[in-house]
């Protein structure tokens, strides 16, 4: 079974700039998540979707942060603009029928920005 | 909201013996705890889970046990071996049975780098 896929990997931008992350979930996820992990510390969720609709975007900085998933699997999150401590590791999970935390979430290997 | 702290930050244990690593969290509500292994390069992988109905719980050469009443819950791994050597992390959320989806988002603890010498 293929795991999450996420691209680029790495991406190097300077302040002000765009950027956009891709996440494709495993096959049949219906819930997908966006995490920041910043250097030295734990993840942090960022959004939530449950098929196609956002079920948690509290913690999401929405003047520069946008997420969307179109048709219910694969997901782009965009930063606009970029800003100095948005260097981080932005992690992408999914989980089968998306029961929050119940479910294991499988995460992708992760997109690092750095932003100069 | 929940706060997860962990200790310790970095631990460095000879092959073959045991590491031990701490959560505390704050919320009395928390009932669900689950520990992640990330390796470099790597996104978080579940290795062990543990639901506040449960004391401990064992896997093989790793088991989890909480303390419900200290608010603290911790991982053991027995046995050490070279590939134990990642970043940990602890979380913690609260699983409401009523709900299907939502509002149930984990808080992570800020890791702990182990390190099995050889």
């Known amino acids: 079974e293929a795991g999450v896929a996420q691209s680029p990997r790495y991406k190097i931008i300077e302040k002000r700039q765009s950027v956009a992350f891709w996440c494709n979930p495993i096959?049949?996820?219906?819930?997908l998540y966006w995490y920041q992990q910043i250097l030295g510390q734990g993840p942090k969720l960022l959004i939530q979707f449950q098929n196609n609709g956002v079920v948690d975007d509290s913690q999401l900085p929405k003047d520069r942060f946008s997420a969307e998933r179109l048709k219910g699997v694969d997901s782009t999150l965009k930063i606009q603009p970029a800003k100095l401590e948005d260097s981080a590791v932005y992690l992408c999970?999914?989980?089968?029928?998306?029961?929050?935390?119940?479910?294991?979430?499988?995460f992708g290997p992760g997109t690092r920005l750095l932003v100069l | 909201g929940e706060n997860v702290e962990q200790h310790p930050s970095t631990l460095s244990v000879q092959e073959g013996d045991s590491a031990v690593i701490k959560c505390t969290y704050s919320?009395?509500?928390?009932?669900?705890f689950p520990w992640y292994k990330q390796e470099l390069g790597k996104g978080p992988q579940l290795i062990i889970d543990i639901r506040s109905n449960v004391g401990e719980k064992k896997d093989q050469r790793i088991a989890v046990t909480l303390n419900k009443t200290a608010k603290h819950f911790s991982l053991h791994i027995t046995e050490t071996q070279p590939e134990d050597s990642a970043v940990y992390f602890c979380a913690a959320s609260n699983e409401r049975r009523e709900s299907n989806f939502g509002n149930e988002k984990l808080t992570f603890g800020t890791g702990t780098r182990l390190t099995i010498i050889p």
């Open positions: 096959s049949g996820h219906a819930t």
């Open positions: 999970a999914s989980s089968l029928r998306g029961g929050g935390a119940r479910e294991t979430q499988y």
């Open positions: 919320d009395s509500a928390s009932n669900y």
